[in-house]
C-alpha cells in the first residue's frame, strides 16, 4: 500500500510565502515524476508543477517565477515553495506521484489528500 499525505497549508496574506510538503510511504520501488495540483471551488483540478526523476520542471505559467517544485528523494518527498502568493492562488492543492510499488510491473499514479491554500487580507 501507498500513501501520500500532504502537508503545509493554511491562510496567507496576499504577497505571503507557504511551502507544501507531500512525503509518500508504503512499498515502494522507485518514483518517476512528482507533481502538485490545486483545484479551486467550482473549477477544474489544473496543473501547477511537476518534476521528473532527472530535475526537469514544468510550470503553469500562472505561478512561473513564484513557485519552485523541489524534491528530496531520499526521503520521497516533494515540496511546493510558493511565494507572492495571490488570492488566485486559492484552492486545494493535491500532490500526485507516478512510481513503482514492490513487486509491481507497471508505473502507477497516486494522489494525496489534499491540502488547503487560502490567500485572503
Known amino acids: 500500500q501507498v500513501q501520500l499525505v500532504e502537508s503545509g497549508g493554511g491562510l496567507v496574506q496576499p504577497g505571503g510565502s507557504l511551502r507544501l510538503s507531500c512525503a509518500a510511504s508504503?512499498?515502494?520501488?522507485?518514483?518517476?515524476?512528482m507533481g502538485w495540483y490545486r483545484q479551486a471551488t467550482g473549477k477544474q483540478r489544473e496543473l501547477v508543477a511537476t518534476?521528473?526523476?532527472?530535475?526537469?520542471?514544468n510550470y503553469a505559467a500562472s505561478v512561473k517565477g513564484r513557485f519552485t517544485i523541489s524534491t528530496d528523494n531520499a526521503k520521497n518527498t516533494a515540496y511546493l515553495q510558493m511565494n507572492g502568493l495571490k488570492p488566485e492562488d486559492t484552492a486545494v492543492y493535491y500532490c500526485?506521484?507516478?512510481?513503482?510499488?514492490?513487486?509491481?510491473?507497471?508505473?502507477?499514479?497516486?494522489w494525496g489528500q489534499g491540502t488547503q491554500v487560502t490567500v485572503s487580507s
Open positions: 500526485s506521484m507516478r512510481l513503482l510499488r514492490v513487486g509491481a510491473v507497471r508505473w502507477d499514479d497516486f
Open positions: 518534476i521528473s526523476l532527472g530535475g526537469s520542471t
Open positions: 508504503g512499498s515502494i520501488f522507485s518514483i518517476n515524476a
